[in-house]
């Protein structure tokens, strides 16, 4: 059977993946000569601890197993160092005491941690504040290495084609299949189809996406200067809790209100330590099209006040910025799959968590192709 795969980002990529390891013939098209979209964009981050209880870390802690398994064979940086959320005032810490005492807290890996405890796990974290939430089960990989490690791999199988500079511009179905075109008329066929194009919902899509329940979502990111080799998790401040659905039954009303900038840019910190020692540092959040086309210096003001707290040091400068965007489901599913025709599938919308879940939301499409 012959697979054909639109998008060469995470999710298109993990899904030529496992249907190459399941046996098909896969041509995997993507629109640019590399992919440059929310893929490579990310923080990178296999994040388990801010999964929502039930179906959402169901399927986080399915792709982390995935995860460990494509990491040990791919060159993509995957780390298993777990994280730590760093609580700076009494109330995070209360908040945090409540997560580490939630019914799947285990499964989690959640350990509440005192202020000494982290410094002995975390020597970098020299600032002021009262202690972590630690979560073994996150991990993170290289966004710079990880889709072009996945190719090195699949193209070690004779049974899969890369084909870039390769814009869908058109997909019919007909009684030999799907087929996807470009502008200048080539074709590529395939008994299965799955057409991954991140947040790009419109061109052909438009008739299968319209009225979709699918948003994008706009955030700015950054990357520091090479800090600190021994930064062994990622990290994340107390803000973070009032975004990830895992924390949304617990007693955030106690938490005092966000800094005018964080709440003005929706912002948390995450810092993710780079394979080159530099840290990855981010978020702002802009949920309304059309979306800013500056990169505004505020919101890394704030980002390297907070950094400079927990580290009790200056924060490290900032050698790159960038913006990315994110496809994201509005509905009550975790992610956005249709089936536009019999074998064909658009699968998007894994929002801020596409990367995380991305090989179980291809392991459903497999599974559904094996029926
Ligand atoms: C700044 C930022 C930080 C994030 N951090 C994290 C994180 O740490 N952890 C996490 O789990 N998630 C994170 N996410 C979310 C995650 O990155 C996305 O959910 C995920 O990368 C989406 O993957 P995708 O393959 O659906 O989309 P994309 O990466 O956008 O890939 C889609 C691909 O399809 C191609 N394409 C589109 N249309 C066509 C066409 N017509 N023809 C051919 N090709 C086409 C595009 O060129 C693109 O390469 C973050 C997102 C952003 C923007």
């Not at 199988?157 to 019919?172: A, Q, R, T």
């Amino acid at each position: 059977m012959k697979v054909v795969i639109v998008g060469g980002g995470i999710i298109g990529t993990m899904h030529a993946l496992l249907a190459v390891d399941a046996g098909y013939t896969v041509v995997h098209v993507e629109r640019d000569a590399a992919p440059l979209s929310a893929s490579i964009r990310n923080f990178g981050l296999v994040w388990v601890s801010g999964r929502q209880s039930g179906a959402e870390l169901a399927i986080a802690l399915r792709a982390r197993t995935l995860w460990e398994e494509i990491g040990s064979k791919a060159k993509i940086g995957f780390r298993p160092w777990g994280s730590l959320t760093v609580a700076q005032n009494e109330a995070e810490y209360t908040v945090m005491k409540e997560a580490a005492a939630m019914d799947d807290a285990e499964l989690r890996g959640f350990n509440l941690l005192d202020h000494n405890q982290v410094l002995s796990k975390e020597p970098e974290l020299k600032g002021k504040y009262l202690g972590a939430l630690e979560c073994t089960q996150d991990a993170m990989v290289e966004p710079s290495l990880l889709l072009t490690g996945l190719r090195n791999y699949l193209r070690s199988h004779p049974n899969y084609e890369w084909i870039p500079n390769f814009e869908v511009v058109d997909f019919y179905h007909d009684e030999t299949g799907n087929h996807v075109t470009d502008i200048l008329g080539n074709k590529v066929s395939g008994d299965l189809m799955a057409i991954c194009p991140g947040a790009a919902h419109s061109g052909f899509l438009t008739e299968f996406l319209d009225a979709a329940p699918l948003r994008k979502v706009h955030l700015q990111m950054g990357a520091t200067v090479p800090y600190a080799d021994s930064l062994k998790h990622s990290i994340a401040d107390g803000d973070s809790m009032r975004y990830y659905p895992a924390f949304k039954d617990l007693s955030l009303d106690i938490l005092p209100p966000q800094s005018e900038v964080a709440s003005q840019y929706k912002m948390q910190l995450l810092l993710v330590p780079r394979i080159d020692f530099s840290l990855t540092i981010g978020d702002t959040h802009e949920y309304i099209e059309p979306f800013s086309h500056e990169i505004l210096e505020a919101p890394y003001d704030h980002l390297r006040q907070v950094i400079a707290n927990l580290f009790g040091a200056p924060a490290p400068l900032i050698a790159r910025r960038w913006s990315g965007v994110y496809s994201q489901s509005t509905s009550q599913d975790i992610y956005f799959r249709k089936e536009i025709a019999p074998g064909a599938v658009v699968v998007t919308g894994g929002g801020g968590r596409g990367n995380t879940i991305s090989p179980a939301i291809a392991e459903e499409t497999i599974t559904s192709w094996q029926k």
